[in-house]
Structure formats: C-alpha cells, structure tokens
C-alpha cells in the first residue's frame, strides 16, 4: 500500500514542501530510501525501525521505499523521521485516519517513540503558511518558537504514540496556544554606559553609529576600555521591530541555537567570534550550508576583538555583506543566500605592542613591524568601516570618580529620535537608515552649503580618501544632523564626521 505524507525542508531560511510517499510491498526486508537524502535521513530508518517497536506498533518485514520529493533538491535534517514512520503505519493500516493527508508533519524520533526538537521550524511554519498550509504537528520541545505565529494550527506532542491516537480521534489535543509579541518588555541587558568611566569621545562617537547603522573601529592601548564600550552597543540600539524578531529568529533557528524556553530572539544580536575563526564559520557554509558567524548577528552587532590578529583571508570576506547586507555561499548541488545585514564593531592596538602613541608607555615596535602589522588591513575593507576612533587610556581622575555617566537609556532616547527621523525619510524605499543610502538618496539628502564643500574638498585631497570614503563621511554627516534634529547638513556636522577617519588621517592604508 502507498502512502503520501507532507512535510516541509530548508534551503537557507526558506522553507519549501517535500513529500514522502512510503510504498510497503512483498520482498527483501528492508527500507530503501531516495530522493537525493543526506546521512542523516539515511541513518533514520533505525531510529524509526526502534521508535515503531518500541511504541507497540508492528514494523513490517517487507520491502519499503520511501521517496523524497522533490527528488533533484538535496535533502537533510532529521527532522522527517516522524512523517516516515507515519507514513509506514499508514501503509500497513495501522492508522486508518485519512485527515493525516490534512496536516504538515516534521519531528525527530528518539528510539524509544519520544519526539525530540527539531532545527528551523520557524522558517517552515512561515513557509507553510505562505505556501497556504493551515495544520502541523510538531514536537512538544519546539512549542515555544511556533506560539508566536497566528493563523496557522499547530500541534505539539511528545511522543509517536500521542500522534497516532490524536489522527485516530481516540486523544483530544488542542492548538498551542499563541503568545504577544512583547518585544520591549524582555530588552533587558547587564551592560550599560553608566558605568563607562570617562572616554566621552568614544561614547558620541558610539551614539552616532548606532543612530545610522555605521560600521565602528577602536584604536587603541591594551585596557582602554575599547571592548567594554563595544559590549554597551546593544544597550543604546533601537528595540527590535517584530518583523526583525522573526527574521533574525529564523537564522537563530536554523543553526540550532534558538532558546527552547523562550522561543525567539528578543534583543539584538551581539556576536564576538574568537580571531581563530575560520573563514567557513565566518561567512557560513560546510556540508550543510548553515548561517556564520556574520548571519547569526543580522540586525545586531558582530564585534571583531583584536581585529588585526584575524586572518587577513577571513577579513576580506567581511567586504561584500557589509555592501549588500546578504551573502550567498554557493555549492555544486545549491546556492542558499543569508541575510547578514550587522554593524560591524572593532578594536584594534595601533602596533603589536599596542602602546605606539601613546601617552603613559613607551612604545618597542619598529617602525617596520607596525607597518607590517597595520598593512593586515586593507584599504578596501577600511573603507567601508564608517567612523574610525582613537581611545586613549582613562585617568585616574576618572576611575576614582564616585558619580555616573550618563545612562544608554537617554543615550537610546536620542538613537530612537534619529531612527524615526530616517524611517520617515525612506519611508517606502526598503531603507531604514543612513548608512544604506543610495548614490541617488546621496545627492537628495545630503546637500552642502560652499563652506562645507570646501572643507570635503581639502580632506580629499589631503587624506587621499576614495570615493567610498567620500560617501560614508556624507552618511555620517547626515545622521550627526538628525541627532541634533536639523533638516541640513552643516559646517560643524561635516567637521565632526571627519574627525572620525582617524585612520585616514595616520595615511594607514
């Protein structure tokens, strides 16, 4: 007899429908299984042989075929061993519910029957439900990441056996039931720009990348207290929309480091990968094609700690994401595309000692060695790194000072006021802030009087800037004017912006 049962795959964080037709016929023992599967899915037919048994159900001892279709789309994951041994039972008539035709079915098998988590399910509920799928059944352990979808019946259970008697109608279950989306209410975090002793350049300097969505690096001496501010970004950021919940969590997700409790992601990303990375766990990739390093901080905030002790191959692939805001690993079998729209946040030592300039210790590098080690930066990707800082060592005066600084609450107050600003400026354009302005967007909003032209003019040519650089001094320029709530661009905005290329200015190229 043959039985056909839905379920869904993944191809990146899309979601596509793959039906399994199970055929049990006389001969050979033995379950064959095609439509291009992966280890994973080869190795199912023993968790489902033992979870079939072992729930008190007879395995037959004939020949099954289990086709995945579509059979030319690579297929992966275990999270189809549920759907078999459904298909299995209702081949040999031991589920004679037809509704089972009516439902999408995804869940891993333990070998005792139990149901275990599965990855991704976000973005196959989502696709389900595009696709105009209505019912799912799903595993207890992913309850929490469906109960924030409407619209859409989903059921969850923990073992093979609940499943089998809820399709038979012999056990009531009902819908998860669905949660609020209250996304400001769980932005809570242990860092806060209070407690950031002095350094007030760097924190202006914070307040106006964040306020754009601008791409950050540090300079300075060991102990600056470079990597505490960065920690402190994702206080001052803007609280997460839903739609950016929901994306962001798809990718969490699918790399299988989404909270079971919680269920979705609530505060922005913050993600700070050794300088060991590989370029693979980086930009994302290997034999399953799952997110990197870059994906998992979409709408957050990737922070490269010792930015110059990274590979300067891993480095160059941080270029074209931090245009595009995608990036796409392709493969002979599949090309998969991620979303990877991040702010990218550095530090660095200005020399390998890292005291070169500095104040209070002297410096023992050669001049040849903090050449070399600067020239693991390249111009290309030092371009496209928006406000370049220098942060020297704290005082005394300020360590021991008893009072606080100002709060990233007001500092989020002023980022918020900015954001709104650039939300209304783009409004229907599918840009949302400064730093992904067009060359068109470029010449609409950010018009310069002959005084500040003139000042551009003269750092051009002084700072040898290209004309990426250019632009992003403009994109800066602009969001220095929203923070102070002007409609233009003046002469002391586009001389603040210029004072965060210190890099340009040191000819480091």
């Given amino acids: 007899m043959l039985a056909k049962i839905s379920s869904f795959g993944l191809q990146g964080i899309k979601g596509y429908k793959v039906e399994l037709e199970i055929d049990v016929n006389a001969g050979l023992p033995g379950i064959e299984i095609v439509g291009l599967p992966d280890a994973s899915i080869k190795e199912s037919k023993e968790r489902v042989r033992s979870a079939v048994k072992n729930s008190g ?6 020949k099954i075929t289990v086709n995945f279709a579509p059979a030319d789309i690579k297929k992966e994951g275990s999270m189809y061993d549920l759907p078999v041994a459904l298909g299995i039972l209702y081949a040999t008539e031991q589920i004679k519910a037809k509704n089972i035709f009516d439902y999408i079915i995804v869940g891993e098998l333990a070998l005792d029957g139990k149901l275990r988590r599965v990855k991704g399910l976000l973005p196959i509920l ?9 019912k799912v059944i799903i595993p207890s352990a992913n309850a929490s990441e469906a109960s924030y979808l409407s619209d859409v019946e989903v059921y969850a259970f923990d073992e093979l056996r609940d499943v089998v008697e809820f399709l038979e109608g012999s056990k ?3 819908p998860i039931q669905k949660r609020n989306l209250d996304l400001e209410y769980h932005s809570k975090y242990k860092e806060d720009l209070k407690y950031v002793k002095g350094q007030y350049v760097a924190k202006r300097a914070l307040e ?3 306020a754009g969505n601008h791409n950050l690096i540090m300079i300075g001496p060991p102990g600056a207290g470079k990597t505490m501010l960065a920690r402190c970004i994702p206080t001052i950021m803007p609280d997460m929309t839903v739609p950016e919940a929901l994306e962001t969590t798809k990718i969490h997700s699918v790399a299988g480091i989404l909270s079971e409790s919680d269920g979705i992601v609530y505060n922005r990303p913050f993600r700070s990968p050794h ?7 980086l930009t994302g990739g290997g034999s399953s094609v799952k997110p990197g390093e870059m994906s998992l901080a979409h709408n957050g905030v990737l922070f490269l700690d010792e930015l110059l002790e990274y590979p300067r191959n891993v480095l160059e692939n941080l270029r074209q994401p931090l245009e595009d805001g995608v990036i796409t690993i392709a493969r002979a079998i599949r090309s998969v595309e991620y979303p990877a729209n991040f702010m990218l946040v550095s530090s660095m030592n200005p020399c390998p000692c890292g005291y070169y300039g500095s104040k209070t210790h002297e410096c023992t590098c050669t001049p040849v060695q903090i050449s070399k080690y600067l020239s693991k930066l390249s111009g290309p990707l030092m371009d496209r790194i928006d406000l370049h800082i220098s942060v020297s060592n704290v005082t005394y005066d300020d360590l021991a000072s008893k009072s606080l600084s100002e709060p990233s609450s007001c500092v989020r107050e002023r980022v918020n006021n900015a954001r709104q600003i650039q939300l209304k400026r783009f409004e229907g354009s599918g840009i949302f802030s400064n730093s992904k302005m067009s060359g068109e967007m ?13 000042i551009i003019k003269d750092a051009f040519s002084k700072l040898n800037l290209s004309a990426r650089a250019y632009t992003r001094i403009l994109k800066v320029a602009r969001t220095i004017a929203d923070l102070a709530g002007e409609e233009n661009i003046s002469v002391n905005h586009v ?9 340009d200015r040191e000819n480091i190229r």
């Fill in 208 to 210: 106006i990348a964040v």
């Fill in 442 to 454: 470029l010449k609409k909003y950010c018009v310069l009087d002959t005084e500040s032209e003139k």
């Fill in 275 to 281: 300088h060991t990375i590989s370029a693979v766990a």
């Fill in 126 to 134: 989502i696709s389900a439900l595009g696709g105009g799928y209505k």
């Fill in 172 to 174: 009531m279950s009902l």
């Fill in 57 to 62: 159900y007879m395995f037959p001892t004939k």
């Fill in 495 to 503: 001389r603040e912006a210029l004072q965060y290329r210190s890099l």
